[in-house]
């Protein structure tokens, strides 16, 4: 076989995490493949089922899965006689009166059957490399769908936090609203009473209309969340309330994240898997241009009976041994002028290949990248609610203080006013903060390459869509469980792959 071997190409991989000495940071070995439940939210989990069952996107994935294995089936049937044909024909003949020849009838009938095939050896690996690639492709179409169903369940996690955010948000400025029109109504009164100048009542309406503003614009926020959350669950935009039934609180992450080690991303993350295992298709394709530099050795051969009606003869003796006719015999070919496309197509080969394996090494260097970013936003946001639940204590006693003298006369409104401000905006800040541990301890898991897991001892493609695709085509076995999965459990590798030669898939 010629062309080069694949070997996984070495990859700039850390030690450590750069926050693995942090207390919010375990470094030993977790099973990421139910990570959403160290939130205890029996709604994620619940929406995280519905996604995985009904998303489009994922089902698609699944079909391109059933897509790469029928390819693998091509390409092992190319081992095999190449061409293949059993014909027959009958036919009137008139040959023109006006030849100078002496015909025994001018007009007759011929019958034929016959058979031909052709072989063309596999001398140099040419087709047994195209399979190696079929095989490569099929385990990478394997890895798509699991990267697929990784960022499924992180962006389902991730939206699910980000509306109850947005609810808790909402939920904050309909406290805040309900405090400014009291103030408002002390303005009023005040003013009404000859205590206090009208700047006060339209000082109270100008931030109650601000902070009222606020309501709609987080509307739309929640609209467009609960609207992906719809799509990511393959259903039309609508009401998802009886979906998201249950606790409205933002999901409490646990203190700690288990994160392993660097090295551990290369056999976890699906993506990295595809790069890795699109890299080896493309490498047993050299070898298939490569090939073409050879000359290629077939075996050909036809065999058939020839009958006609004229004279004694008859068209029944196309039936007979006397009317057989046959020929067989090697054959070589050898594309010697072919003014250097056939060594081009090696270099273009080549270079897809090459840039393949760059692509798996940014790969890894992105997947550290976002374990990273993940980590860094689950920390921080941490200590950020910390200062800011201190921030929230401390401007409700201001604001509390800054009431007390207003009604007393001790204080002018701004001070109120001030107050007001900062609580609204410190308790803001909090629910932001809050969404944002969640939201980072999503990323770090989804960076890990945690959730795919959820798919091994199921089909790719939803038992409905099955039977779809067996009314309307033959699928034979292909749609076999066992032929869908990779040999070797959990994520695929280019050792997955079966043997070069092996039986025609009808």
């Not at 992180?154 to 609810?167: C, F, H, L, P």
């Not at 990511?232 to 249950?246: E, I, K, N, S, W």
């Not at 699928?475 to 869908?484: I, V, Y």
């Amino acid at each position: 076989m010629i062309g080069p071997d694949f070997k996984t190409p070495a990859t700039s991989v850390a030690d450590k995490w750069l926050e693995e000495g942090n207390k919010s940071v375990d470094s030993g070995a977790a099973e990421y493949r139910d990570w959403w439940t160290v939130f205890n939210d029996a709604t994620l989990t619940r929406l995280i089922a519905l996604a995985y069952e009904r998303n489009l996107t994922l089902q698609t994935a699944g079909v391109r899965v059933l897509e790469a294995r029928a390819q693998l089936g091509v390409a092992i049937g190319e081992f095999y006689p190449q061409q293949q044909q059993v014909g027959g024909s009958l036919t009137n003949n008139r040959i023109p009166v006006s030849l100078p020849y002496n015909f025994v009838t001018n007009n007759y009938f011929a019958d034929q059957f016959g058979a031909q095939a052709a072989w063309e050896l596999d001398l140099w690996g040419k087709l047994r490399r195209a399979v190696e690639s079929a095989d490569s492709a099929f385990l990478a179409s394997v890895a798509n769908y699991d990267d697929v169903l990784v960022s499924l369940v992180g962006d389902a996690a991730s939206t699910y936090v980000k509306i109850r955010t947005t609810e808790r948000q909402i939920a904050i400025a309909q406290d805040n609203i309900a405090r400014q029109q009291t103030a408002l109504k002390i303005a009023n009164a005040k003013f009404t009473y000859g205590t206090a100048t009208k700047r006060d009542v339209y000082q109270a309406e100008n931030v109650l209309g601000a902070t009222e503003a606020t309501i709609p614009q987080l509307g739309i926020q929640l609209a467009q969340a609960k609207n992906a959350l719809s799509v990511l669950l393959g259903m039309p935009p609508g009401p998802v309330d009886d979906l998201l039934r249950g606790s409205s609180n933002i999901p409490t992450a646990p203190e700690r994240v288990i994160v392993g080690i660097p090295a551990d991303l290369l056999r976890r993350r699906p993506d990295i898997r595809h790069a890795e295992l699109q890299a080896a298709a493309q490498s047993a394709q050299i070898g298939v241009a490569k090939a073409d530099l050879l000359p290629t050795f077939s075996l050909v051969g036809n065999v058939g009976t020839l009958a006609s009606d004229v004279g004694t003869n008859s068209l029944s003796d196309v039936f007979t041994r006397r009317s057989l006719h046959y020929s067989a015999g090697p054959s070589f070919q050898w594309n010697i002028l072919n003014y250097g496309q056939i060594t081009n197509n090696v270099r273009v080969q080549d270079a897809k290949f090459q840039a393949l394996l760059i692509d798996y090494q940014n790969a890894v260097l992105k997947a550290q990248k976002e374990v990273e970013d993940g980590i860094a936003t689950f920390i921080n946001s941490r200590e950020q609610t910390e200062f800011l639940q201190k921030s929230v204590t401390a401007a409700e006693g201001a604001l509390r203080i800054a009431m007390l003298q207003y009604r007393q006369g001790i204080a002018d409104f701004t001070t109120v006013l001030t107050a007001e401000q900062n609580l609204y905006q410190a308790q803001n800040s909090l629910a932001l903060a809050t969404g944002s541990i969640a939201l980072g301890l999503i990323t770090t898991y989804r960076a890990l390459g945690g959730g795919w897991q959820i798919r091994e001892g199921h089909d790719f493609v939803p038992i409905e869509t099955q039977r779809e695709m067996k009314d309307r085509t033959n699928w034979g076995t292909l749609l076999a469980p066992e032929l869908l999965r990779p040999q070797a459990p959990g994520l695929p590798s280019p050792q997955d792959s079966g043997p070069a030669v092996r039986l025609p898939e009808w």
